[in-house]
């Protein structure tokens, strides 16, 4: 088992800048992407970025490439998705995952979640 614990949401203007963080820990296999998703009220989850194990491949949605940066602490177990530039449109609940997907944009490829941290930008 693998288990998840998103932090650093919180509630800023647009503008600003915000780093979540993602802590890992349990069985995670070294072959484990590990990504961000985020779901805002009424909408669907949706991909943010993702990153693979060793780091050295990023994917990132269109909508926040440019701002948004994925990275890992391997000593710490620890993701991060640096947040720039937010936008109102960027309010939502901020999902971390990890597993072995075949397709980064797809939720159901990835086998474990954390419960999520909200995220809210005003304009």
């Known amino acids: 088992q693998v288990q998840l614990v998103e932090s650093g949401g919180g509630l800023v203007q647009a503008g600003d800048a915000l780093r979540l963080s993602c802590a890992a820990s349990?069985?995670?296999?070294?072959?484990?992407?590990m990504g961000w998703f985020r779901q805002a009220p009424g909408k669907e989850r949706v991909f943010v970025a993702a990153?693979?194990?060793?780091?050295?491949?990023?994917h990132n949605a269109g909508a926040v490439k440019g701002r948004f940066t994925i990275s890992r602490d391997y000593a710490a177990n620890t993701m991060y998705l640096q947040m720039n530039s937010l936008k109102p449109e960027d309010t939502a609940v901020y999902y971390c995952?990890?597993?072995?997907?075949?397709?980064?944009?797809?939720?159901?490829?990835?086998?474990?979640w954390g419960q999520g941290t909200q995220v809210t930008v005003s304009s």
């Open positions: 995952n990890a597993g072995r997907p075949r397709i980064y944009e797809f939720v159901n490829e990835y086998a474990y």
């Open positions: 349990g069985r995670i296999n070294s072959d484990y992407t």
């Open positions: 990153i693979n194990w060793s780091g050295d491949f990023t």
